[in-house]
């Protein structure tokens, strides 16, 4: 896993149980994603001249702990699996105060052309991915 994304917990994303509501966990994973494409070489704005889009088709998450007011978190994230046209992203956020779990799970992304269409993953992403983290994922 890469930490690639640090926030601190804001009041307005705390429920009335004083600790962050579940839906934001979901912004923080999306904000984890950008953050991994930017790491690689990929930032959002620059995908459009490869023709090639990421849609959302999954986001599976899992909580173990909570996180309140004020904690620092640190979200990390890799490329689980690498489909035909589909990449599974691996999330972990933790509160950095005490490296607790706080949350885990999948996004499950498609590569679409300018049409909407699913589309291959391009062989320049795949060799940014490599080279971030090291390997490809295996199937």
Partial sequence: ????YENTVRFEETDAQGIVFFGNYTTYADETLMSYMDAIGYPYEERNPLEWELH?????????ASAGV???LVNSM????????????????RRAADD????????????VDDDGEPT????DIL?????FQGEL???
């Fill in 1 to 4: 896993m890469h930490e690639v």
């Fill in 56 to 64: 959302v088709v999954n986001v599976d998450l899992s909580y173990h």
């Fill in 70 to 72: 004020r904690d620092r």
């Fill in 78 to 93: 890799r490329v689980s699996s690498i489909g035909t046209s589909s990449l599974e992203f691996e999330y972990e956020c």
């Fill in 100 to 111: 607790e779990l706080i949350v885990s799970g999948t996004l499950t992304h498609v590569g």
């Fill in 120 to 123: 291959p993953v391009p062989d």
């Fill in 127 to 131: 060799a940014a991915i490599e080279a």
């Fill in 137 to 139: 994922p295996t199937a």
